[in-house]
């Protein structure tokens, strides 16, 4: 992949790089058709931000990298803290850079970023990088009952009024109200604590459906990136959500971006207690984990590898509503699904025993095939998180098509089905 | 108990906020004392706190557009809460642009000063904010504690050197000591010395003035009327508390003194137009 960008362009996508690095560690380059996806998810699996930008954002744009034909795009991985430091000083950026080249390159398994600066210094950075399968979340916004439109200069507004080291904000939303207040948890030193609300009339949104009474809770810090990109963009944010237990999801787009993060909500506040905690600890702020997310990112080789992952396991919404026709691998599984004992369920979903009470997210991830299968799913599948390209064969049944449904017997919740992202999207917009 | 205020102009509600900010900045906890009149703001000096108190004084006339209050009893017609002054400087730093701000006593999960606000909006109806900042009771029989300090006899008074100069001179020292001595005498000669085995640094302020005390303080002790205007009075006193005490200094005050009583206290006095701010700091061996 070879890109080119020009002035202010360097700047937004280092807006973007920032807004990237207050989620997770690690950024996923995506280079694809219809646009550069940069992706990143927190430790946890309970926060995921994507930037995508369209190839009319850049001077150039093109998948194979000089010589090569774009045979088959790479999906590297990069460590943000090697990433971040080139776009830090924004300012230095917009006065002396005037163009920005990245190229990924294949044999030497590296990304470069070239910077061409006034006085004629160029300066080149050469990050390695690890391929790696995207992740994408999926989420069925065109089902949520609540959706929210607002210029990003409100939101900054409220947000404002919280600390800087507030964790988890509750945003509730009414027909005639929408508030959004600390989250308030038992047993903290009450004299610490300041609890603050604050509330705005529905008049102040540029567009403002409640179609049902809803508190959901989510960790704010992970999402003040994004609104810094959004206000210094000046683009309107949309806001989906429904019930607590299922993710919020803030967006915004313009001609040449789309910029989306999804945050895991807590289930339901009067269950607060923590979850039952699955394989290793969570690296992350002891409130945010208890988000527990679904962490099915295919990492390539093997799928176990996802117990890695930490706090796995807890939901997928399953398919049940879906109108949509499963190709006959997903059938299958779907049916294997309901043996308790399938071969796909690695140790800990067993072992684990968390009732839907407990505190769970339902953050779907699925992972990207390739292109012509991220088509043919586009069209035939409902759901959710899969695995692809596994060399495993414990799920030899089943094709490259990535299709697997985790723990889907354990959903209690009746969901609706989900479309992908991209029909998802364009249904609203 | 009860108590209910409300601040309607801007600039009343900025000065507020600038004195609970230095509040904030010299302790994490005090006592916030509400008569029919007054605000006081209140540390007393305990060891945690090094030995060093603080009294704050504000008119609350000169910041509230309303104020209500109905003390403990009759008799004592006062409310006394112990308060974290971070909270309540976070809580109005949101607010400056509101256009009014009521502060209340109510009873949330625990006693709680709430502060609430109303932010200006494009459409008719306003944005409400409201943080509700936890406060601890202070009961009658532990009143005794947060009276106001009575002025101590001291040996020199002499006005301050402009804070922010005498900020910088500290913030030097202190990488070098731990300990200052201030010394000054009647003849508006002020020292900051500090002493360690490689070095000693003394920085000379001159022409500073002397309050014209003399006939409210000391008036019993005619050692101090005779006292020679050259003899310094010293005193000397942990380094951080000084530079605390100057760091939270926001605005330049209308009157800035020092009182030394020699090797026991320096009680230095700030003195804006409806605030003013006593602070004491313990000298040390």
Request: overall charge negative; charged content about 20%; some cysteine.
């Amino acid at each position: 992949m070879k890109c080119v960008l020009e002035g202010n362009g360097v700047k937004v996508f280092g807006k973007a790089v920032q807004a990237l690095s207050r989620i997770g560690e690690d950024l996923w380059l995506d280079p694809m058709v219809k646009g550069l996806a940069l992706r990143s998810v927190n430790a946890a699996h309970s926060a995921y931000a994507c930037f995508l930008f369209s190839p009319m954002f850049f001077q150039h744009y093109s998948l194979g990298s000089g010589s090569e034909p774009a045979r088959e795009t790479i999906k590297c991985k990069l460590v943000i803290k090697s990433v971040l430091p080139l776009f830090r000083c924004l300012t230095a950026i917009e006065r002396n850079v005037e163009r920005c080249q990245i190229t990924i390159s294949t044999p030497t398994d590296r990304v470069v970023i070239q910077f061409f600066c006034k006085y004629g210094i160029t300066k080149t950075y050469s990050l390695r990088f690890q391929e790696s399968e995207a992740l994408q979340a999926e989420f069925a916004s065109h089902l949520c009952p609540n959706v929210l439109k607002a210029p990003a200069r409100l939101l900054s507004d409220m947000v404002l009024h919280f600390p800087v080291s507030l964790e988890e904000i509750t945003l509730s939303a009414t027909p005639l109200r929408f508030t959004l207040r600390n989250y308030h948890e038992a047993g903290n030193d009450h004299m610490k604590t300041m609890y603050t609300e604050m509330s705005l009339h529905p008049d102040e949104f540029d567009f403002f459906q409640v179609g049902a009474d809803s508190d959901v809770t989510f960790c704010l810090k992970e999402l003040r990136g994004f609104l810094s990109f959004a206000e210094s963009h000046c683009l309107p944010v949309s806001v989906h959500f429904a019930a607590a237990g299922k993710p919020v999801c803030f967006s915004m787009e313009d001609m040449v971006l789309e910029a989306t993060v999804l945050l895991a909500t807590l289930m339901d506040s009067e269950n607060t207690g923590p979850s039952q905690p699955v394989g290793p600890p969570v690296p992350t702020s002891p409130r945010c984990a208890d988000v527990a997310a679904l962490p099915v990112v295919s990492h390539e080789g093997n799928s176990r590898e996802s117990q890695n992952a930490p706090a796995v396991m807890e939901l997928i919404p399953s398919s049940q509503g879906s109108p949509m026709i499963n190709p006959p691998a997903l059938r299958h599984l779907l049916s294997t699904a309901d043996d308790p004992h399938g071969p796909d369920v690695p140790d800990e979903a067993s072992a684990m025993a968390t009732p839907a009470s407990t505190m769970i997210c339902s953050l779907l991830f699925r992972a990207l095939a390739s292109e012509q299968d991220d088509d043919g799913c586009d069209v035939s599948l409902p759901v959710l998180a899969c695995y692809s390209d596994t060399e495993d064969e414990m799920e030899g049944d089943y094709t490259r098509s990535p299709s697997l449904l985790i723990s889907q017997r354990r959903l209690n919740l009746p969901s609706p089905g989900v479309n992908t992202w991209d029909s998802a999207r364009k249904r609203l917009f | 108990m009860k108590f209910r205020g409300k601040i309607i102009d801007v600039s009343c509600l900025n000065h507020f906020t600038r004195v609970v900010t230095t509040i904030s900045k010299l302790t994490k906890l005090c006592v916030l004392r509400l008569t029919p009149d007054h605000l006081f703001f209140v540390l007393s000096g305990k060891v945690a706190n090094g030995g060093v108190s603080m009294w704050c004084e504000l008119s609350q006339a000169n910041f509230f557009d309303e104020y209500q209050m109905e003390g403990v009893s009759s008799e004592d017609n006062e409310i006394c809460l112990e308060v974290t002054p971070e909270n309540l400087s976070r809580a109005l730093k949101t607010v400056q642009n509101a256009k009014s701000v009521k502060v209340k006593l109510t009873k949330k999960h625990c006693p709680c000063l709430t502060i609430a606000a109303e932010l200006p909006t494009l459409s008719s109806i306003s944005r409400v904010v409201t943080h509700d900042v936890p406060v601890n009771v202070i009961p009658r029989r532990l009143w005794h504690e947060f009276k106001e300090p009575s002025m101590p006899d001291f040996d020199v008074s002499i006005y301050l050197p402009p804070l922010k100069t005498m900020k910088s001179v500290v913030d030097r020292m202190k990488n070098l000591s731990n300990f200052l001595v201030i010394e000054a005498n009647l003849n508006g000669q002020m020292n900051l010395k500090i002493e360690t085995d490689l070095v000693s640094v003394t920085t000379h302020f001159k022409d500073l003035g002397n309050p014209p005390w003399g006939e409210d303080a000391s008036q019993e002790d005619s050692a101090s009327q005779s006292r020679d205007p050259e003899t310094m009075a010293e005193a000397r006193v942990d380094i951080r508390r000084l530079q605390q005490f100057l760091m939270g200094q926001q605005v330049n005050p209308s009157k800035a003194m020092c009182n030394i009583v020699c090797q026991r206290v320096v009680h230095l006095i700030l003195l804006h137009e409806d605030v003013s701010l006593q602070y004491f700091i313990p000298a040390v061996a």
